[in-house]
């Protein structure tokens, strides 16, 4: 299984960036996916995720500027970033728990490699 992020850059202040995060091979079912991010200096935080009945949350920061959502056809999870802020720079990882064709009595819990947001003042 490989999750594959994208759309990660350099932006403006109150700009705007999408985020996709596709999961490929050999997966029966993925529960939740969702994205996390790790400033310099800080430790890695989630910032929203998306259950497979779409209910979603967010970290507070976030509220009203990120909206996640999920393709299941595509098993890809997408992160729409508004208003961004030089607080949200962070390397942002995708993840999901989902189970295996091998395994499908167990979740495993994956990570995409990251994707580097920079937000300029």
């Known amino acids: 299984v490989q999750l594959q992020a994208s759309g990660g850059g350099l932006v403006q202040a109150g700009g705007s960036l999408r985020l996709s995060c596709a999961a490929s091979g050999s997966i029966f079912r993925i529960n939740a996916m969702g994205w996390y991010r790790q400033a310099p200096g800080k430790q890695r935080e989630l910032v929203a995720a998306?259950?497979?009945?779409?209910?979603?949350n967010y970290v507070d920061s976030v509220k009203g500027r990120f909206t996640i959502s999920r393709d299941n056809a595509k098993n890809t999870v997408y992160l729409q970033m508004n208003s961004l802020k030089p607080e949200d720079t962070a390397v942002y990882y995708c993840n999901a728990d989902l189970t295996t064709y091998q395994a499908m009595g167990v979740i495993r819990h994956y990570w995409g490699q990251g994707t580097l947001v920079t937000v300029s003042s």
């Open positions: 998306v259950t497979s009945g779409d209910s979603t």
